[in-house]
Each structure stands twice: as structure tokens, then as C-alpha cells.
């Protein structure tokens, strides 16, 4: 049996806000509901490991969630993020951050980890999955073009990979591609699969 087919004695709730978590689950075929949104202060410790903050911040996600789960619901968190040189890149405060990070990011390798987490009324499961990501030297001409022409303030290291920067400037990722993108559904999907199968 594929797994949409043993996901209809379920409802899965995507807690999140993003378009492309959105389209990832659509077009693997999940069926899903929109979790009504609720607030959730994404703070994470200062000693924590750069590439453990998306795992802990999907939890913390998780945790957030103000309404009690039914037994046949299992609610989804997640969480990405851009490592560069041992430290968090989140979304960018301003144009000028933005301009900042692309430029720290040109020419080099960065890493780009996503955090999620399952949770039911008796469960939960919490994974990271991690793709490093080559940037070609970008000028400062191509940097601004791409800011201005795509404005991506709402995506972690300010770049979505599915837009003009990932066709022009990406030379090689080693990892998952939509992991990049936000979710990395392949294993999105066979976590899925294990999680409702435990007793």
C-alpha cells in the first residue's frame, strides 16, 4: 500500500507558513491540512551547534502548537537554515543584511540543514537533513539584480534556490535539492512512512 493510500485514516497538519513546503507535499502526493498559524518565538541556545538549530527549532515549533491533538492527527514542524562557517544564517533582516550574506556566501561552500518534526497525542520523531551547497563569485551587480528582482527576505541565507540565483550561480550541491528548497521530502516521506508504522 503507498503511503497516501495509509495516510487516509489520518490527517496530517503542515504547521507552516512556507509555499514551498506546501508544493514539496502536493507534489509527493501527501494529502495534508494547513495548521491554523499560532505564535512561536524561534530562539535557539547560544551554545547550541550550528547544524542541531533547525531540529531543535522544528521541536520548539512543535511544542508551540496551543491546540490538543485528536488521536488520528500528526502535526509537522520545520525548520531551515544556511550554515556558513560554523554559524546560522536565518532570514534576513533588510536589504543590506541580504546584500551581506549573498556576498559571504559567493564563491564558497555553505551548508544548508532542515530540521522536522512528526508529532501525534503519543509520539514524536525529530530528523536533520543536510546538503552543502557550491556558490560561484557572484558580482556585486548580480547580487543586487537578484535581491531587487526577487526580494528573498522570507528564505533562510537569503536565496531560494528554485529562483534566478540557483540557475545563474549554484555550481554543484551534494545532497538533496529540495532540502535546499525548504523540505527535504524524500525523507520527509520515508520517515513518514516509519513513524506511523511504530506501535
Not at 505564535?39 to 511544542?63: I, T
Not at 537554515?81 to 543584511?97: A, E, H, N, Q, S
Not at 518534526?117 to 560561484?136: E, G, Q
Not at 532540502?179 to 527535504?184: A, F, I, K, S, T
Request: charged share 25%; net charge neutral; aromatic share 12%.
Amino acid at each position: 500500500m503507498l503511503l497516501h493510500e495509509k495516510l487516509r485514516s489520518y490527517r496530517l497538519l503542515l504547521a507552516s507558513q512556507s509555499p514551498r513546503r506546501r508544493e514539496l507535499l502536493r507534489g509527493c502526493g501527501l494529502p495534508y491540512a494547513l495548521a491554523p498559524t499560532y505564535p512561536c518565538e524561534e530562539v535557539f541556545p547560544d551554545k547550541l551547534d550550528a547544524e542541531e538549530v533547525p531540529g531543535y527549532l522544528s521541536q520548539l515549533k512543535s511544542d508551540a502548537y496551543p491546540w490538543q491533538l485528536e488521536p488520528n492527527d500528526i502535526l509537522m514542524t520545520a525548520d531551515t537554515v544556511v550554515v556558513f562557517d560554523g554559524r546560522v544564517l536565518g532570514k534576513p533582516r533588510d536589504r543590506d543584511d541580504a546584500f551581506a550574506m549573498l556576498r559571504r556566501l559567493s564563491g564558497h561552500r555553505h551548508t544548508v540543514v532542515s530540521g522536522v518534526t512528526f508529532r501525534t497525542a503519543a509520539h514524536r520523531r525529530t530528523f536533520s537533513s543536510r546538503s552543502d551547497v557550491w556558490f560561484r563569485t557572484l558580482t556585486d551587480e548580480e547580487i543586487a539584480y537578484y535581491l531587487d528582482s526577487h526580494r528573498p527576505y522570507d528564505k533562510a541565507g537569503s536565496y531560494g534556490i528554485q529562483e534566478w540565483i540557483g540557475y545563474a550561480a549554484i555550481e554543484r550541491i551534494d545532497g538533496s535539492f529540495y532540502n535546499v528548497m525548504g523540505l527535504p521530502i524524500q525523507r520527509v516521506y520515508t520517515e513518514l512512512e516509519k513513524f506511523i508504522a511504530q506501535p
